[in-house]
């Protein structure tokens, strides 16, 4: 909300949030127990309750519904620039267009080497997404790129897909689970799959094209949940990339205990929306070594014993 007052336009649309599926499935006990930890204000509705207050819903009569009116989305590329000038007006000094070519560590610090120049600092942030494990090649194997595609589809009742009609939501099926979020400034539902067909890629070589195939894993969820979207045509998709650590949490830490390189990686799918608590984060591991916040759950030593890959 600060970053939206510094910006003077919308940064955090809230729609409410639903976290949907059979009632001993994690999505909905996991979700259901922070919000009791955490005091957050929430719902628990059943499938028909559910259905009868966002129509655009079809769902099996077992799944619950954990309904949070403070939920929403947040709209990333405006929330990226309206960062990148609250930096420039700090003092940040942005190059874009500036690859790095290597790096290496020295007796004061650490080197870069660009094509515009060698840069030398104390210290680094190495906040590279997909291509972290292109940087550090010992962190490869716990960060692994997965192509991701979204779909935009225009269903027969636009209506009950609209902000102020339909929640974001995390959705689990069977053996699938389902993410979407309603029509705002540009036309269709947009719509996901988590691990969209486990496909492990190079950053540098992923097929950014979405085809037939992965319409129809889209459509097989629509379906199944949101049957009037599914009967409409897909507007537009676009293929990206999440970047997975074996637990699926993040990796905020030192890369040794007295290396001038940190790294961040707050992957996995869901890291974008801490964007603004990480960069509090980093300014706390640089400046005294010691963030404010307990980081414990992102520490790189838990990877030191053969890392236990998670259920999606």
């Known amino acids: 909300r600060d970053l939206e007052q510094a910006a003077k336009e919308p940064i955090l649309i809230t729609t409410g949030s639903i976290d949907c599926a059979d009632?001993?499935?994690?999505?909905?006990?996991?979700?259901l127990r922070s919000c009791e930890i955490h005091g957050l204000r929430h719902e628990v509705l059943n499938a028909f309750q559910t259905v009868a207050r966002w129509p655009a819903f079809s769902l099996p009569a077992n799944h619950m519904t954990v309904y949070?009116?403070?939920?929403?989305y947040v709209m990333s590329e405006r929330a990226i620039v309206a960062h990148v000038i609250g930096a420039i007006e700090a003092g940040a000094d942005i190059r874009g267009f500036t690859p790095m070519l290597s790096w290496q560590t020295t007796p004061a610090g650490v080197a870069v080497e660009t094509p515009r120049g060698r840069f030398e600092a104390e210290q680094i942030i190495f906040a590279?997404?997909?291509?972290?494990?292109?940087?550090?090649?010992?962190?490869?194997?716990?960060?692994?790129?997965?192509?991701?595609?979204?779909?935009?589809?225009?269903?027969?009742?636009?209506e009950a897909f609209q902000d102020d009609t339909l929640p974001v939501f995390n959705?689990?099926?069977?053996?699938?689970?389902?993410?979407?979020?309603?029509?705002?400034?540009?036309?269709?539902?947009?719509?996901?799959?988590?691990?969209?067909?486990?496909?492990?890629?190079?950053?540098?070589?992923?097929?950014?094209?979405?085809n037939a195939g992965d319409e129809a894993i889209l459509r097989a969820g629509l379906r199944e949940f949101f049957p009037t979207a599914a009967k409409g045509p897909v507007l537009t998709m676009a293929a990206c990339m999440f970047t997975n650590t074996p637990d699926e949490h993040f990796i905020v830490d030192r890369l040794g205990p007295d290396s001038p390189v940190v790294v961040a990686s707050p992957c996995s799918g869901h890291g974008y929306k801490f964007a603004a608590v990480m960069g509090e984060i980093l300014a706390d591991l640089i400046e005294s070594d010691?963030?404010?916040?307990?980081?414990?759950?992102f520490r790189l030593d838990r990877f030191q014993s053969e890392p236990q890959a998670v259920t999606p």
């Open 128 to 158: 590279a997404g997909a291509w972290m494990g292109s940087l550090i090649p010992e962190l490869a194997p716990a960060l692994q790129p997965e192509r991701q595609v979204l779909g935009w589809f225009w269903p027969e009742n636009p």
């Open 290 to 297: 010691e963030p404010r916040l307990n980081i414990d759950l």
């Open 171 to 210: 959705l689990a099926g069977k053996d699938e689970r389902w993410y979407g979020f309603p029509m705002r400034g540009f036309p269709g539902f947009k719509f996901g799959k988590y691990h969209h067909r486990f496909e492990q890629v190079h950053p540098d070589q992923m097929d950014r094209n979405p």
């Open 68 to 72: 949070q009116p403070d939920g929403g």
């Open 23 to 31: 009632a001993s499935n994690y999505v909905f006990t996991e979700s």
